[in-house]
């Protein structure tokens, strides 16, 4: 293993992020925003969202698994290639008259899973490109290089989407992920292949089961963590997936440009989070995260009354302005709180199971955010002239899950003191 951060390997596993990114982001604002366009309503664009995120989900431990079974370079290759396949004969349908929501949601779905699978094999592939003193800093690079990647991808997306329409941002992000495909062939990682004695079949569900048993037995605060996230993608996360796109494009009447700006300030964010996660990471432990997430609670205060009734009527920019500004302080600590508890988790899993353990904390994070998104949606439609309701709600229920995390991470730090 090289012990310089920027390794050979290493640098192509991040160009490829930058560039499969990219493309994602690219092709998801442009459908988004094409759904959210052409039926206005909060309720249907959030059920677009949420079904289309469950296969992904269902299907994350599997690809953990699979990550420990298979070279992971072959494997981001495949993934790559799958989603351009998809991405081209979806243009093909848009451009011989067969779209439709459904159909875009389908393959909002189908993007949905290949990525799903292709996130674990590549946060299990970076403690072996990289050393341990270097960790932190890799994880923070990557997700870094995937904000910036955010950052750009709306931007480019909410001026192209105006200018040159649906089509042409279908075929660059179709054209983002070949390249990255092509780009990590020549990725060097080490592999050694694991003996199995059953079929693929029962092999990959005994795999999963020792992930669990890992999880749950072995090392019960991963378990607590799970919980804890799971809880706040319901209640407060998807309250910002749901809730930016629609307040920024139905509420403020925001402009495709504006409308990238804005959804680009928050990958802003992230990427200062990634820069400064090597700083922070050094002073945060989890007994404390707590107070974190409290500061996290109390920015959905402003963010509140940046839509009253009082602040909209101001006009539109001291609303956005008020709107983004929080926006932008809550993704820089969530970012922050992501990779801290991303590295802690890898530090403290064996190589052979690290596929298995991210792919089902994935899973298990990412299992309430169709609820939570169809649940904010409805109560979006429902609120339409007093979306700072639903906000406070997230306000509320976010301070139930601080209280909640101090408790469980304490006992924990405790319980293993004894």
């Not at 006009?315 to 970012?335: D, N």
Request: hydrophobic share 55%.
């Amino acid at each position: 293993m090289n012990g310089k951060l920027f390794n050979r390997d290493f640098s192509l596993v991040a160009a490829g992020q930058v560039i499969s990114i990219f493309g994602a982001v690219v092709v998801r604002f442009a459908l988004d925003l094409y759904v959210l366009d052409i039926t206005g309503r909060a309720d249907i664009f959030a059920l677009v969202l949420a079904l289309s995120a469950i296969p992904g989900i269902l299907f994350s431990p599997i690809g953990g698994a699979i990550a420990d079974r298979f070279n992971r370079r072959n494997l981001m290759v495949i993934f790559d290639f799958s989603s351009s396949a998809i991405i081209a004969a979806l243009l093909l349908m848009i451009n011989t008259g067969h779209s439709s929501v459904v159909v875009i949601g389908f393959a909002l779905a189908m993007l949905s899973l290949i990525s799903s699978m292709y996130q674990p094999t590549v946060q299990a592939s970076v403690p072996a490109l990289v050393s341990d003193e270097n960790l932190a800093s890799a994880n923070g690079f990557v997700s870094g290089v995937g904000a910036i990647s955010g950052l750009l991808g709306p931007v480019a997306g909410g001026v192209l989407y105006s200018q040159i329409g649906l089509n042409t941002l279908i075929g660059l992000s179709c054209a983002a992920f070949l390249f990255s495909a092509v780009m990590e062939i020549f990725i060097h990682m080490p592999f050694a292949q694991r003996e199995r004695t059953h079929s693929m079949f029962i092999t990959i569900i005994g795999d999963l089961k020792s992930g669990f048993f890992y999880i749950v037995k072995v090392n019960p605060t991963i378990l607590k963590i799970v919980l804890l996230a799971t809880a706040f993608n319901l209640f407060m996360l998807s309250f910002f997936i749901v809730g930016i796109p629609y307040i920024l494009r139905i509420i403020m009447r925001s402009s495709g440009a504006m409308y990238g700006i804005g959804m680009g300030t928050g990958q802003l964010a992230a990427i200062i989070g990634a820069v400064l996660v090597g700083v922070f990471s050094r002073k945060m432990q989890l007994e404390t995260l707590h107070r974190v997430l409290f500061f996290v609670a109390i920015l959905l205060i402003p963010l509140s009354a940046a839509l009253t009734p009082l602040m909209l009527g101001l006009g539109y920019w001291p609303s956005f302005i008020l709107f983004i500004t929080s926006c932008t302080a809550v993704m820089l600590l969530m970012t922050v709180i992501s990779i801290f508890i991303i590295t802690s988790v890898q530090k403290k899993t064996p190589d052979d199971m690290l596929g298995k353990v991210m792919a089902i904390i994935m899973a298990g994070t990412q299992c309430a955010a169709p609820l939570g998104q169809a649940l904010y949606g409805f109560m979006l439609e429902i609120f339409k002239s007093a979306v700072y309701i639903p906000a406070l709600a997230a306000f509320l229920f976010t301070m139930v899950i601080v209280f909640a995390a101090r408790a469980a991470l304490r006992s924990g730090a405790a319980g293993r003191r004894t």
